[in-house]
């Protein structure tokens, strides 16, 4: 396996406006990546980009994968980042919601994806990271088609990590982060509201990301124990159900 140095190397990064896109821009330019960065508000995009010494691509990744990838040019690293979300009873989930969490979550990654990574298996060198989520793992109430994409994140990185075993040079990463303090809980609809886990900054995720790139890490959950509840799902999913029942 080919050791994927960050210093230098060209970095695309979606939802890099905020939150955890916008930890993870800083945590790559400290590391000396070359950074573009990819989001829908231009003025925050504009200010992570003058921050990090980035350059600020304004593009919605739902309608505009193609030009994006493009503008970005030759790239070593992608982080799927960007998503969306909607809390609440599925069955009255509105109809658009359902098909845009898909898009955004789910089908914009993989194009993305798509369009860059014959570059990096071209070159014999490069990284994609996908940011699924603890909900991909186990399953959230009340969270049923956000939990459905981040899922598909989670089979879609081990897929195609299957494929890439001829091209070592090329990683893939899929990130799993718990609850985390960012504008994302406000954007859903509803406030996260549980007295437990408490949200945890974004920061923290970031340099999970960077660790996964570093280390050539498959899958890792931030922070670490959240690999044992879903470790249960797997081996026990009654007595994990039961658990998720009784404690939330």
Do not use: Q
């Not at 040019?73 to 980042?81: F, H, M, P, T, Y």
């Not at 845009?100 to 914009?108: D, E, M, P």
């Not at 040079?169 to 504008?183: E, H, I, K, M, W």
Request: hydrophobic share 45%; net charge positive; charged share 20%.
């Amino acid at each position: 396996m080919v050791v994927m140095r960050l210093d230098g190397a060209c970095v695309l990064i979606t939802g890099a406006s905020s939150g955890i896109g916008a930890a993870t821009a800083r945590a790559m330019a400290d590391a000396g990546a070359r950074l573009v960065l990819t989001g829908r508000d231009r003025e925050r995009l504009e200010a992570v980009a003058a921050e990090t010494g980035g350059r600020a691509v304004v593009a919605d990744i739902t309608t505009g994968a193609r030009t994006l990838a493009r503008l970005a040019g030759s790239v070593d690293i992608l982080v799927n980042n960007a998503g969306a979300g909607w809390a609440g009873d599925f069955a009255r989930m509105p109809p658009d919601r359902v098909a845009g969490l898909v898009t955004v979550n789910l089908t914009a990654p993989i194009e993305l994806t798509r369009l860059l990574l014959p570059g990096m298996v071209e070159a014999g060198r490069g990284h994609v990271v996908l940011v699924a989520s603890i909900a991909g793992a186990i399953g959230v109430g009340r969270e049923a088609v956000y939990s459905a994409t981040k899922a598909g994140l989670v089979a879609f990185a081990d897929a195609l990590r299957d494929e890439l075993r001829a091209s070592p040079g090329v990683g893939v990463s899929v990130v799993l982060p718990g609850v985390v303090d960012t504008p994302f809980f406000e954007r859903r609809g509803a406030p996260y509201d549980r007295p437990w886990p408490r949200p945890m900054p974004p920061e923290r995720v970031a340099r999970g990301i960077v660790a996964a790139i570093r280390n050539e890490r498959s899958e890792s959950y931030v922070p670490g124990w959240l690999r044992l509840p879903a470790r249960l799902r797997g081996a026990a999913p009654g007595p994990f159900r039961h658990l998720m029942r009784r404690f939330g």
